[in-house]
């Protein structure tokens, strides 16, 4: 067993935006139900389920959620725990960069760039173009970059309906969606 998570992590939202807008859609989730307003202690302080959950569910949901929706501000670096990607795709060529230690070394100095100033460029051994670090893919285990992200704990499957509700109330931001288990 272990905690499985699912989060939308918003990929335009400025830094200084975030707190705003995480703001205005918790109301809105517990507006629809979805969530509670009361924050509790477990899990830094997550929303628990409310009594509508289930709209946020994809159809014939696999059980009840049995934690909460906790909202990460702030620089985050998303992924989905255990699994790695092992690729890095380049938005320019396309080519996978396969991620043995030269080339985790390599976006790992990225990452960590990235977590500390908000800024990072990755350069691509194939085409040796660079691009920002947030523009690169990845393969079979996405990372994603972000100032707000949206973890549901413990939860059955997203709908379609709900991520493109909540892609909608992030003012219509490009977002990522990853789940993991810790
Ligand atoms: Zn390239």
């Excluded at 289930?54 to 059980?63: I, L, N, Q, V």
């Excluded at 994603?144 to 059955?156: S, T, V």
Aim: aromatic share 8%; net charge negative; hydrophobic share 40%.
């Amino acid at each position: 067993m272990g905690d499985r998570f699912q989060v939308i992590v918003d990929l335009d939202v400025r830094e200084q935006d975030a707190p705003r807008l995480a703001e205005q859609l918790v109301e809105r989730l517990v507006t629809d139900g979805i969530v509670l307003a009361e924050r509790e202690g477990f899990l830094l302080g997550a929303h628990p389920p409310g009594p509508h959950w289930h709209r946020a569910a994809a159809p014939d949901p696999d059980g009840d959620p049995t934690d909460g929706l906790a909202v990460h501000l702030g620089r985050g670096v998303f992924h989905s725990g255990a699994d790695i990607p092992e690729h890095a795709v380049c938005p320019h060529c396309h080519a996978h960069t396969p991620l043995d230690t030269d080339g985790w070394t390599r976006v790992g100095a990225a990452v960590a760039a990235w977590s500390e100033t908000g800024a990072a460029d990755l350069a691509c051994p194939r085409c040796t173009a660079s691009a920002p670090i947030p523009e690169w893919t990845w393969d079979n285990a996405p990372l994603a970059f972000g100032h707000l992200g949206l973890k549901f704990w413990n939860w059955p499957d997203l709908g379609e309906e709900f991520q493109a509700h909540l892609t909608a109330l992030l003012d219509g931001h490009r977002t990522a969606y990853l789940w993991g288990k810790l």
